[in-house]
């Protein structure tokens, strides 16, 4: 048997201009009263593939990622990117903190960028 893939992999940065409007968007739509929140995010984290644009949250770059509460969804949304992956982004929570913003593709290829904000619907 392989290597299990960790849940996530050490990456340390602030958010990058994509990331932030990503935020924004999903934040105005879903969960207004947060959106202050959004200026205190920092990346600290992001999946353990290596691959795919799923980062994990801190409020500072020397946090931890929260990984081991039970998770919530803020928001949930689907867009085809610009390689025509179709991409669910959903934005998570967990204790109460903005912990994740997650890439998945319902459709299996790998993901290697967000589908435009243009492009996002509500998931059913």
């Given at each position: 048997m392989g290597e299990r893939m960790p849940y996530c992999i050490p990456h340390r940065r602030e958010l990058t201009g994509e990331e932030r409007s990503l935020l924004a968007?999903?934040?105005q739509r879903e969960a207004s009263s947060r959106i202050a929140e959004l200026a205190s995010l920092k990346v600290v984290a992001r999946c353990g593939c290596g691959k795919c644009p799923t980062v994990l949250f801190g409020e500072t770059l020397a946090a931890e990622p929260l990984t081991g509460s039970p998770m919530v969804e803020v928001a949930s949304y689907r867009g085809r990117n610009a390689e025509?992956?179709?991409?669910g982004v959903v934005l998570i929570e967990r204790n109460g903190r903005l912990a994740e913003l997650e890439a998945w593709s319902p459709e299996g290829p790998d993901i290697t960028a967000w589908p435009p904000i243009s492009a996002l619907e509500r998931s059913q």
């Open positions: 968007f999903l934040l025509g992956v179709a991409v």
